[in-house]
Each structure stands twice: as C-alpha cells, then as structure tokens.
C-alpha cells in the first residue's frame, strides 16, 4: 500500500520559510520520480517542483530561486525548502507520485502566507 505523509505546513509572515517533508511507504523510493503541487482556494492544483530519480529538477517559473525540492533516499523522504514567501504562495501543498501508471498523493499540507 503506497502512503505519502506531509508534513511542515503552517502559517508564515511573507519572507519567511518553511521546509516541507513527504515520508513515502509501499514504493521503491530511489527509482521513484516525485513532485509536489499545491492547490489554492478555487484554484486548480498545479505542479510547483519535480525531481527525479537520478535528481534532475524542475520548477514552475513562480517559484524558481525561492523553493528547492530534494530527497534524502536513506528516509524515503522528499523535501521542499521555501523562502522568501509570498501571500500568493497560499495553499494546500501535495506530495506525488506515479507507479505503474497509478498517481499517488498525500493528504496535503496547508501552507499560509500572510500580507
């Protein structure tokens, strides 16, 4: 049974940080590729980082050179360090992931920038 488990959200003034951590189980965690999304209120979930297996990156362009995704392989754990935070960063975050074709998430995260 896969599970992905968030954790790190909370409420932050804008420019601050928060590390965001999804504990992974049920999959081989080094030959998965993860992501994670966010979802704002009335907004459609979208695709904020990526990194794969080997540890290639990407980023929407809204959070490149404030976010950083990573993955520590000994914990089954993926990472989202946030800085420099903006009220428009608001949401839900996701952890994902895609096995045999099956998507994967957790129960997500909320993360609050206040103005």
């Known amino acids: 049974q896969v599970q992905l488990v968030e954790s790190g959200g909370g409420l932050v003034e804008t420019g601050g940080s928060l590390k965001l951590s999804c504990t992974t189980s049920?999959?081989?965690?080094?030959?998965?590729?993860m992501a994670w999304y966010r979802q704002a209120p009335g907004k459609q979930r979208e695709l904020v980082a990526r990194?794969?297996?080997?540890?290639?990156?990407n980023y929407d362009d809204s959070v490149k050179g404030r976010f950083t995704i990573s993955r520590d392989n000994a914990r089954n754990t993926v990472y989202l360090q946030m800085n420099t935070l903006k009220p428009e960063d608001t949401a839900v975050y996701y952890c994902?992931?895609?096995?045999?074709?099956?998507?994967?998430w957790g129960q997500g995260t909320q993360v609050t920038v206040s103005k």
């Open positions: 994902n992931t895609n096995r045999a074709s099956c998507n994967y």
């Open positions: 049920g999959i081989i965690f080094r030959i998965a590729d």
């Open positions: 990194i794969s297996s080997s540890g290639i990156r």
